[in-house]
């Protein structure tokens, strides 16, 4: 018997990029940022530490993005009287929308390491403990939401 496969997060945003694909267009470069949204910056927590308040607020995405997808959520919410089904419909297709980018952007960011992997390319333990940090600092929020 084959031994399995972790799923990663290029997996996540490879399965939402086809199940949505007939529903909404694939994010372009410019959605989804660099990963450089500043990640880590200014933290003083250590790889296996505890998260620091300001690691926690740091935005998982480009304002711009989360702005949209805030606009978004409060015309879905004040639909809701009018159409409650229709309103939850459209608040499950957000919340995949926004799941999709932000695996979208960590798989990017995993993407760029390997790559550097792959060409026989050092990448320096401080960009290793930044993509951990983030990587730390996501899965802290999605615990306690």
Sequence with gaps: MAAERELTTSDLAGAADQSRADARPEPDAADVGDG????GQGSTATA??????????????PSDQSERFTTRWQEIQAGFVDEPQ???????A?????M???????????EQLEAQWA??????????????????SFFDRLLVT
């Excluded at 450089?36 to 990640?39: D, K």
């Excluded at 530490?49 to 935005?59: K, L, M, N, V």
């Excluded at 999709?100 to 995993?110: D, G, P, S, V």
């Design 36 to 39: 450089s949204n500043g990640a």
């Design 48 to 61: 296996t530490g505890t998260a620091t308040a300001d690691e926690t607020r740091e935005p998982l995405l």
């Design 86 to 92: 229709q309103s939850v419909e459209q608040a499950d």
């Design 94 to 98: 957000l919340v995949a929308d926004l």
């Design 100 to 110: 999709q980018r932000l695996a979208a952007i960590f798989a990017q960011e995993r």
């Design 119 to 136: 060409q026989g390319d050092d990448v320096s333990t401080e960009d290793l403990r930044v993509a951990l940090m983030r990587y730390r």
